[in-house]
């Protein structure tokens, strides 16, 4: 019953976390809209998603999450330091292939995204058969690095989570 009537809570919390957030005011008014947004949308797609991920370790999502959010902190001095104080000729951009172990489409999509989240890196083209990823990034003297880095910092947590 209540995997009916709130298929995917998740989503429910983070729509009404963000109505209350484009609010901007806490009132009980806007809160009960948010709450209602937040199971009257997931509901009306549920069909959409017959095969949902399920996330199965949470903490592992807020672990992502603040591992995430401190990498884009440090990309963004790293990336500010690169323009302001590297000249054109010594910057060296790099486009570098990451082979994926994930199969889960939703798990790829949150790695394509954090990467291009991150400053300093843009996730570009997916394979045709989703085992590779193409990613530039600004700024490396050793693509290998970066590559094992989105390998052991993104994508290794994502495998936990996702699959």
């Known amino acids: 019953m209540f995997e009916r009537l709130v298929p995917h809570p998740l989503l429910s919390l983070t ?7 484009l609010v901007n005011t806490f009132t009980l008014g806007n809160l009960i809209l ?6 009257i949308v997931p509901m009306a797609t549920a069909p959409y998603w017959p095969d949902r991920p399920k996330v199965g370790r949470p903490m592992k999502v807020v672990e992502y999450a603040v ?21 054109e000729k010594d910057i060296r951009s790099h486009w570098i292939s990451v082979p994926l172990d994930l199969t889960s489409a939703e798990a790829i999509t949150v790695l394509a995204g954090t990467i291009t989240m991150t400053p300093g890196t843009v996730s570009s083209t997916l394979s045709a058969d989703g085992r590779c990823i193409l990613v530039h990034c600004l700024h490396t003297d050793d693509p290998d690095e970066v590559r094992d880095t989105i390998k052991s910092r993104y994508e ?8």
């Open 15 to 21: 729509l009404t976390l963000v109505w209350l957030g």
């Open 34 to 39: 948010g709450v209602a947004i937040g199971l």
């Open 67 to 87: 591992v995430v959010l401190w990498d884009i902190v440090i990309a963004n001095i790293q990336v500010a330091a690169i323009i302001m104080f590297k000249r």
């Open 156 to 163: 290794a947590r994502l495998k936990e989570i996702f699959e």
